[in-house]
């Protein structure tokens, strides 16, 4: 049996692969969205949302699906839900919102197909949580493609520079991200 360390170490260490935009990736989406619906605890569960580079159509993106959920409870999610998802096979993990231990905490969720490759990642949240910000960048995004076809550069050179850092890689984005989330959220605000 894995420890949680070993798991963490496996999975920040897994390649960092960008391939072009895929038009399944919104299907994939919606797929997982019902599945989360009909075998997740209807009181705990809130909005479901696609965020991240999947989500904008023509952004090349890890064939990941990033799914942003919102929890009523994040005591009851550890109780109710993470149990439900570890036994179909999802790994899980208490993770800090900001850099390595840093709270607020949330559920962390990675689905990987019958190869052992990450297919989803869902992040569960309660409604206070600034992860719902991730919104109005993918928004913006999607509004504006210049701005996307730079983040896209970006993430192909990161992927480049560190194929089997996912910590690096993460990092290295998180300036370019927090600076067009505030210039998203102002301008979505001032619309």
């Given amino acids: 049996m894995e420890t949680l360390a070993e798991r963490v170490k496996r999975a920040v260490h897994e ?7 895929h038009p399944e990736w919104p299907q994939m989406f919606e797929r997982e969205k019902q599945h989360l619906l009909n075998c997740l605890p209807a009181k705990l569960i809130g909005r479901i949302e696609h965020f991240g ?3 904008i159509p023509n952004l090349a993106a890890k064939p990941i699906i990033d799914i942003l959920v919102e929890v009523a409870d994040l005591k009851e999610t550890k109780r109710q839900i993470v149990p439900i998802l570890e036994a179909q096979g ?7 919102s900001f850099g390595d231990d840093i709270p607020p905490f949330y559920a962390w969720f990675i689905k990987r197909d019958a190869q052992g490759k990450r297919t989803h990642h869902i992040h569960m949240v309660e409604s206070h949580f600034e992860h719902w910000d991730r919104l109005f960048f993918r928004d913006y995004l999607i509004a504006h493609p210049q701005v996307a076809a730079e983040y896209q550069a970006l993430k192909l050179r990161l992927a480049r520079d560190y194929p089997n850092d996912r910590i690096a890689y993460t990092n290295k984005k998180t300036t370019f991200i927090v600076r067009m989330t505030q210039i998203a959220k102002t301008y979505y605000e001032n619309a």
Wanted: negative net charge; charged residues 20%; glycine residues 0%.
């Fill in 15 to 21: 390649e960092v692969a960008i391939i072009p935009y």
């Fill in 53 to 55: 580079s999947t989500a």
């Fill in 90 to 96: 999802y790994d899980y993990f208490w993770r800090p």
